[in-house]
């Protein structure tokens, strides 16, 4: 109530009744930008994210892995290639695999984890992205979201309060970025194969979510809006996970990389 106070009276010195409306409208900003910061920094608040992220990614990732009817080899690739991201500890990986068994058992309902989750995260936007975006990561382990799988993102997203038309953009997104990463595309024969020039820059593209016609303001936004989605220093501000915010790392450098490949092709 005080910087309010202080804020508003600045203003009103300085520009009178507009300064006071100007001073306000600071004043409550700079509140709730520190009690706001205040929560990331509470070790009890930071703990209980920390727990219920982990505590559901997992069960959502034996779900969707066993969707579809069962689990593939490429899923538990993924999953193992997801922990070994994480540098889990012995304990924790011990943890995230029961978890995931538990969630790919038949009578599984992914609901009240989901609105458990909400209850406790449900007001950061990122942490919500970040999940699902895992959730996506794991159904794309084989190549390709069948449509059991889809259906079952489809709905864990919207509980999650992502709209259909953001969901389809980060599918989208998230494939593309599959296709990028590594600097390399799987050849029709299906071993690997080093992408050409052009290959290169239309991945970057894909994975940046833009088409080449887009202006260098919307390459810059596009770029902007990611890497604030995937930032690490940010994630960990919010609560995430120390091991989840090794894989955001990752993604964070592969959406650097790509927006790289555009920027160079521009100045050529």
Not at 43 to 52: A, D, F, Y
Not at 123 to 129: A, L, R, S, T
Not at 260 to 265: F, Q, T
Request: aromatic letters at 8%.
């Amino acid at each position: 109530m005080i910087i309010r106070i202080v804020c508003a009276v600045l203003g009103a010195k300085l520009w009178g009744v507009w300064g006071l409306i100007a001073g306000l409208v600071a004043g409550h900003f700079i509140v709730k930008g520190l009690l706001t910061r205040r929560r990331r920094l509470d070790p009890l608040v930071r703990q209980k994210i920390e727990t219920t992220v982990f505590g559901t990614a997992f069960p959502l990732m034996g779900y969707l892995a066993k969707v579809d009817g069962r689990v593939s080899e490429q899923e538990v690739q993924a999953t193992e290639q997801l922990m070994a991201s994480m540098r889990l500890s012995p304990e924790q990986r011990k943890e995230a695999i029961h978890l995931f068994k538990g969630g790919a058992q038949s009578e599984f309902n992914p609901e009240p984890l989901v609105s458990h989750f909400l209850t406790v995260c449900g007001q950061y936007i990122d942490i919500k992205q970040i999940l699902l975006a895992y959730l996506i990561a794991i159904a794309l382990a084989d190549g390709t979201v069948h449509d059991a799988e889809k259906q079952a993102l489809q709905k864990i997203a919207a509980q999650l309060g992502f709209s259909a038309f953001l969901f389809e953009r980060m599918l989208k997104a998230a494939e593309a970025q599959q296709r990028f990463r590594g600097g390399y595309y799987r050849s029709r024969a299906g071993g690997t194969q080093a992408p050409n020039a052009a290959e290169e820059l239309t991945g970057a593209y894909q994975a940046l979510g833009l088409e080449p016609s887009a202006t260098d303001s919307e390459l810059k936004k596009a770029y902007r809006k990611l890497m604030s989605q995937y930032h690490p220093d940010k994630l960990a501000g919010q609560g995430i996970p120390d091991e989840m915010i090794k894989v955001a790392t990752e993604r964070s450098q592969e959406i650097q990389a790509a927006y790289d490949v555009v920027k160079k092709s521009r100045k050529g």
